[in-house]
């Protein structure tokens, strides 16, 4: 049986809906932090792994430009309203980054799948968001 990689990424969604959350989970739908193959880290609305930048400051977003082709601000609307310890900061373009503790939130283009932590230590500048 043939599944498409977005039925395929549609049910692994509803699974991590469907599953309990930790103790350590906290945020809501848009972003959050859960447990995912034995390690607890903050995850965007798609499931996918966000990470954070060594060269940021809280609340200032410093990958601009080239930086953001490889690893892309995760953006919501204004307004978004999220969970504990979550907030949204404005980008020089006037767009609205999430972050986690005040620190912008980023995906990164190599991972391809929910659960890829691919980013991580990476250049030594970017971490995987941890609670």
């Given at each position: 049986m043939?599944?498409?990689?977005?039925?395929?990424?549609?049910?692994f969604g509803l699974a991590m809906l469907a599953?309990?959350?930790?103790?350590?989970?906290?945020?809501?739908?848009?972003?959050?932090?859960?447990s995912f193959n034995g390690q607890v880290?903050?995850?965007?609305?798609?499931?996918?792994?966000?990470?954070t930048y060594d060269m940021d400051q809280p609340g200032v977003s410093n990958c601009t430009g080239d930086c953001t082709s490889v690893w892309k601000?995760?953006?919501?609307?204004a307004g978004t309203a999220l969970g504990?310890?979550?907030?949204?900061?404005?980008?020089?373009?006037?767009?609205?980054?999430?972050?986690f503790r005040g620190q912008p939130l980023y995906l990164f283009t190599g991972d391809a799948k929910p659960g890829d932590?691919?980013?991580?230590g990476l250049d030594g500048l970017w971490r995987l968001a941890r609670p």
């Amino acid at each position: 049986m043939y599944l498409s990689k977005r039925a395929i990424a549609v049910a692994f969604g509803l699974a991590m809906l469907a599953a309990p959350a930790s103790a350590s989970s906290h945020g809501n739908d848009f972003v959050h932090s859960r447990s995912f193959n034995g390690q607890v880290y903050v995850m965007f609305q798609d499931h996918m792994s966000l990470y954070t930048y060594d060269m940021d400051q809280p609340g200032v977003s410093n990958c601009t430009g080239d930086c953001t082709s490889v690893w892309k601000p995760a953006l919501l609307d204004a307004g978004t309203a999220l969970g504990e310890n979550y907030t949204l900061v404005t980008r020089d373009d006037g767009t609205q980054q999430a972050a986690f503790r005040g620190q912008p939130l980023y995906l990164f283009t190599g991972d391809a799948k929910p659960g890829d932590t691919n980013g991580d230590g990476l250049d030594g500048l970017w971490r995987l968001a941890r609670p």
